[in-house]
């Protein structure tokens, strides 16, 4: 009677352990199912705050926008190759000085077929244009660069063998792996990720960002950082377009390079919808800009003349029907009146240009102020003021 009652005794606590697991086991899969519809809500959440990001971008006022042309010819003015290249390197930190926007190098010969031509990427895809045009774009496409991302974007070229000689150009966009900042330039990665899960990209940091967009490999892109992310296991981010840093922060964020075979396609192939509202010309023969007053403007063009002028761009292109280079523009002037030489040259004149116009200039959507003070780095804000600490970068061009 004893050992029954201890067998019975034994098949009940084993049933009651086979009921004890079924239960751990269910509580468990609901748990699952709990935690998995928590994944899909949290990630429904995330997309949603991506979205409301990305249409308050959006919604953001326009900024006005500066352009400058010039023509490729002002390279066949120096001696050597070395001459050349800081020529070229001179132009970029003017551009950069001045925060412009947009760089058209235009031929003012016109005459493709007799020249020697090279082939050159721009905004608008391949272009083959004179070989003195094309140099001085993928130099300031180049310096442009960001110093972490040019090795994925420009192979040793003939173009660029002596770009040690030229100076960096500092500009906000050239961060290094110790700077923080919201918005980074990056460039597409081969790592898988899931179906629908968007893309890997590396920005110039140890961990590269997971973003929102599906792209294509080796594409060039401008991310804006989840901040939250930056001290976690997986960095999140949302791809953005280059104008956004700048619309947002009001920091400069580079400028685009486009190239233009005469001088009719520097307006005909505006970017703008409604192309340039204000363009000047400069030149010698023009009227002084110290009479000049500017009016309001969405996207101003400044234009400037090679060795022999604008008047020999105007004389070469066949598609212009007008004789006087001041009657294709809005304004056109003397930029530095009683100059005590002969000539200015053109990387001069950009300089002494933008310098005299600055003040005057009258922007429609002017961008936000812009002041930041992050430890070594130094940023200049459009409104002039300067900050100090500026880190060397030079070591990284």
Same mark, same amino acid.
């Given at each position: 009677?004893?050992?029954?009652?201890?067998?019975?005794?034994?098949?009940?606590?084993?049933?009651?352990? +086979?009921?004890?697991?079924?239960?751990?086991?269910?509580?468990?899969?609901?748990?699952?199912?709990?935690?998995?519809?928590?994944?899909?809500?949290?990630?429904?959440?995330?997309?949603?705050?991506?979205?409301?990001?990305?249409?308050?971008?959006?919604?953001?006022?326009?900024?006005?926008?500066?352009?400058?042309?010039?023509?490729?010819?002002?390279? &066949?003015?120096?001696?050597?190759?070395?001459? $050349?290249?800081?020529?070229?390197?001179? /132009?970029?930190?003017?551009?950069?000085?001045?925060? #412009?926007?947009? #760089? =058209? #190098?235009?031929?003012?010969?016109?005459?493709?077929?007799?020249?020697?031509?090279?082939?050159?990427?721009?905004?608008?895809?391949?272009?083959? /244009?004179? *070989?003195?045009?094309?140099?001085?774009?993928?130099?300031?496409?180049?310096?442009?660069?960001?110093?972490?991302?040019?090795?994925?974007?420009?192979? =040793?070229?003939? @173009?660029?063998?002596?770009?040690?000689?030229?100076?960096?150009?500092?500009?906000?966009? *050239?961060?290094?792996?110790?700077?923080?900042?919201?918005?980074?330039?990056?460039?597409?990665?081969?790592?898988?990720?899931?179906?629908?899960?968007?893309?890997?990209?590396?920005?110039?940091?140890?961990?590269? #960002?997971?973003?929102?967009?599906?792209?294509? &490999?080796?594409? $060039?892109?401008?991310?804006?950082? *989840?901040?939250?992310?930056?001290?976690?296991?997986?960095?999140?981010?949302?791809?953005?377009? %280059?104008?956004? %840093?700048?619309?947002?922060?009001?920091?400069?964020?580079?400028?685009?390079?486009?190239?233009?075979?005469?001088?009719?396609?520097?307006?005909? &192939?505006? %970017?703008?919808? @409604?192309?340039?509202?204000?363009?000047?010309?400069?030149?010698?023969?023009?009227?002084?800009?110290?009479?000049?007053?500017?009016?309001?403007?969405?996207?101003?063009?400044?234009?400037?003349?090679?060795?022999?002028?604008?008047?020999?761009?105007?004389?070469?292109?066949?598609?212009?029907?007008?004789? @006087?280079?001041?009657?294709?523009?809005? *304004?056109?002037?003397?930029?530095?009146?009683?100059?005590?030489?002969?000539?200015?040259?053109?990387?001069?004149? =950009?300089?002494?240009?933008?310098?005299?116009?600055?003040?005057?200039?009258?922007?429609?959507?002017?961008?936000?102020?812009?002041?930041?003070?992050?430890?070594?780095?130094?940023?200049?804000?459009?409104?002039?003021?300067? =900050?100090? +600490?500026?880190?060397?970068?030079?070591?990284?061009?």
């Amino acid at each position: 009677m004893d050992s029954k009652k201890v067998n019975d005794k034994k098949l009940q606590s084993w049933s009651e352990i +086979n009921k004890e697991r079924k239960r751990k086991k269910k509580e468990y899969k609901e748990k699952a199912i709990e935690a998995k519809k928590l994944k899909e809500m949290k990630q429904e959440v995330e997309s949603a705050k991506n979205e409301t990001a990305k249409n308050s971008i959006e919604e953001k006022k326009e900024i006005s926008t500066l352009s400058i042309a010039l023509p490729g010819s002002v390279l &066949e003015n120096a001696q050597t190759e070395e001459l $050349r290249a800081y020529l070229a390197g001179q /132009i970029a930190r003017a551009v950069c000085l001045y925060q #412009v926007d947009e #760089v =058209i #190098v235009f031929d003012d010969y016109a005459d493709e077929d007799k020249s020697k031509a090279t082939s050159v990427e721009d905004d608008f895809g391949f272009k083959t /244009i004179r *070989h003195c045009c094309g140099q001085l774009a993928r130099i300031l496409q180049y310096l442009e660069c960001p110093q972490y991302l040019r090795k994925h974007f420009f192979p =040793i070229h003939k @173009d660029l063998k002596y770009s040690g000689l030229m100076n960096p150009l500092n500009a906000p966009h *050239h961060l290094s792996s110790k700077d923080e900042s919201e918005f980074r330039e990056g460039v597409v990665t081969n790592k898988p990720v899931k179906p629908g899960k968007g893309s890997i990209v590396y920005i110039g940091l140890r961990q590269d #960002v997971h973003v929102d967009k599906l792209l294509v &490999e080796g594409a $060039r892109c401008t991310v804006k950082l *989840h901040m939250d992310t930056m001290n976690t296991k997986k960095l999140k981010g949302i791809v953005v377009s %280059p104008d956004i %840093p700048r619309k947002e922060t009001g920091i400069y964020w580079g400028y685009r390079v486009r190239l233009a075979k005469s001088l009719a396609q520097v307006f005909s &192939e505006c %970017p703008y919808k @409604d192309g340039y509202d204000l363009t000047i010309g400069t030149s010698d023969k023009g009227s002084s800009i110290d009479s000049f007053h500017c009016p309001s403007y969405k996207h101003a063009l400044i234009m400037f003349g090679g060795v022999q002028g604008l008047e020999f761009a105007l004389e070469n292109d066949q598609t212009i029907k007008e004789n @006087d280079p001041e009657l294709i523009f809005d *304004h056109y002037l003397n930029t530095l009146p009683g100059q005590g030489s002969k000539t200015i040259r053109t990387e001069e004149a =950009i300089l002494i240009s933008l310098a005299g116009l600055r003040s005057k200039l009258n922007p429609k959507f002017p961008p936000v102020s812009f002041n930041q003070n992050n430890g070594t780095n130094t940023i200049i804000s459009p409104n002039n003021e300067s =900050i100090e +600490n500026v880190e060397d970068m030079s070591r990284f061009d």
